[in-house]
């Protein structure tokens, strides 16, 4: 027969003052931690291109869902998709990575004409200096019109 069970101090449970220090503790340290402020996105922001692989999901949904109309799962979807990719041979797949290129580069004259427009600039007109000597001479003509004519007044 075991006899009664001998609890050591370590072993004991703390007390509730020590359990309030500790979370005290907790809670300043917390506070002197620099808070990490998650970017926003811009939501006028171009939207990234897909991948060759949701590329090739956009076709493959489409036949899915005529084999298999029944079947609502999405999960089973994504599974025989990937599947799918897995089995396509290179060339098979070079068309959708063709596609995806293309996207790419459509994503990324989008986001440069956006980051024009961020800026400030004109993604068509940019002035030229001819355009601007003309008017800077213009302005001055003016101003030295107004002299001229208070002048005489």
């Known amino acids: 027969m075991r006899g009664p069970k001998v609890v050591s101090v370590a072993q004991k449970k703390p007390d509730a003052e020590i359990l309030k220090k500790r979370k005290a503790e907790n809670k300043t ?4 931690a620099p808070k990490k402020t998650a970017a926003r996105k811009d939501s006028n ?4 291109p897909p991948t060759a692989f949701f590329v090739f999901m956009e076709d493959f949904r489409k036949s899915y869902k005529e084999s298999c109309p029944d079947n609502k799962s999405v ?5 025989a998709g990937g599947e799918k ?25 989008a986001c440069e004409a956006y980051r024009k427009k961020l800026n400030g600039d004109s993604v068509d007109e940019k002035p030229e200096i001819s355009q601007i ?8 003509s003016e101003v030295h019109d107004d002299d001229g004519q208070e002048a005489s007044s």
């Open 29 to 32: 340290t917390k506070e002197k």
């Open 45 to 48: 922001a171009p939207k990234r």
């Open 133 to 140: 000597s003309e008017k800077s001479e213009k302005s001055t």
């Open 75 to 79: 999960s089973a979807v994504g599974k």
């Open 85 to 109: 990719w897995k089995s396509l041979s290179e060339d098979e797949k070079a068309s959708y990575i063709k596609i995806a290129g293309q996207r790419k580069a459509d994503y990324e004259k």
